[in-house]
C-alpha cells in the first residue's frame, strides 16, 4: 500500500509531479504541490517513482503505509 507525501517546505511548485502522475499530486492555490491521502494505484507506481527520482528539489517520499504503522501501532512494554 504505496502513498506519496510531499515535502511542502522543499516544494517550488513547478508542477512536474502533477504532470506526471495526475490524481496523486495536485497544485494548490498556493502553488505548491501536494500528494492525495490515498493508495497509489498499481499502475501509477513507476511514473510516482519518476516524479520521486526527478523532482527538482527531492520533495517527494514515497511510503509504505502498512511498514510505518507496524513501526507506531505497538507500544513497547516497560518492564
Ligand atoms: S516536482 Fe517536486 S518541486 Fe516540483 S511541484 Fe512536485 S514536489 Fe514540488
Do not use: H, W
Not at 511542502?8 to 506526471?20: D, S
Amino acid at each position: 500500500m504505496m502513498k506519496a507525501k510531499v515535502d511542502i517546505a522543499a516544494c517550488n511548485g513547478c508542477g512536474f509531479c502533477a504532470r506526471m502522475v495526475n490524481g496523486i499530486f495536485l497544485i494548490r492555490d498556493n502553488g505548491k504541490a501536494f500528494a492525495l491521502n490515498v493508495e497509489i494505484p498499481v499502475d501509477y507506481i513507476e511514473l510516482a517513482k519518476v516524479a520521486r527520482d526527478e523532482c527538482p528539489r527531492g520533495a517527494i517520499t514515497l511510503y509504505d503505509e502498512k511498514r510505518l504503522r507496524s513501526y507506531v501501532s505497538y507500544p513497547i512494554e516497560q518492564v
